[in-house]
């Protein structure tokens, strides 16, 4: 059973995502057993309650500095031990410490297809903005495992999305989300679960 930690800070859908992926049997043998979101009353966490998952709010916010911060993220994560710990949507930073503790087991969705509108800055809505503003035909969204760096991790998957002309980058995301993120992350994450899943000289290879 592969035990997986979520960590959001907003809306949540791609947890949701996971959740109802799990209860359908579209991932196997995993579960989540701690959601963390680094924003309190956000509807991520309303998700987790409703799906009967432990919940925690850890934010910058209640620390002295970001170090205290990221010693309390590290030392969260290291007391749950999980498996695999899954971004979902979470906006802060992830420390290299916690990087180093789990090696290979940290994964992030990211709503276009890296090295595309990816990096410092790029996030949210600023992503989709971006492709509009390119005038890309395709976007789309990346699953990759997390290094030290933003969004520069070996690549799981990707999903390609078409971009239509009259997109704003509201109704991009949304397609993005639905057709792209909400799929490849749950398919991620059965993956791993199904040890279906390794890394070599930074490329990942899949054995379906
Ligand atoms: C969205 O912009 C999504 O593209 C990205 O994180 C944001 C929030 O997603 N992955 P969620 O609804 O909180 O999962």
Redesign the pocket.
């Known amino acids: 059973m592969l035990k997986v930690a979520v960590l959001?800070?907003?809306?949540?859908?791609?947890?949701q995502a996971v959740i109802d992926a799990i209860r359908d049997g579209g991932i196997t043998d995993a579960k989540i057993t701690l959601v963390i979101s680094n924003n309190a009353g956000v509807k991520?966490l309303d998700r987790a309650a409703s799906a009967g998952i432990r919940s925690m709010v850890l934010s910058p916010k209640d620390y002295p500095d970001r170090a205290a911060f990221n010693a309390a993220l590290l030392g969260t994560l290291k007391e749950e031990a999980p498996d695999l710990v899954v971004l979902?949507?979470f906006l802060v930073a992830i420390p290299p410490e916690v990087v180093l503790a789990f090696p290979g087991r940290i994964i992030n969705?990211?709503?276009s297809l890296i090295p595309a509108f990816c990096g410092k800055g790029y996030?949210?809505l600023k992503v989709h903005e971006a492709a509009l503003a390119r005038g890309v035909k395709l976007t789309g969204a990346t699953v990759h495992f997390v290094d030290e760096g933003t969004d520069t991790g070996p690549i799981l998957l990707q999903k390609a999305v078409e971009v239509h002309e009259n997109d704003t980058p509201e109704t991009l995301?949304r397609r993005?989300?639905e057709e792209a993120?909400w799929v490849i992350l749950p398919a991620a994450i059965d993956l791993i679960a199904r040890g279906a899943v390794t890394v070599e000289n930074g490329k990942v290879r899949i054995r379906q």
């Open positions: 959001v800070s907003g809306g949540g859908t791609n947890l991520a979902a949507g969705i990211h709503p996030y949210g995301q993005v989300m993120e």
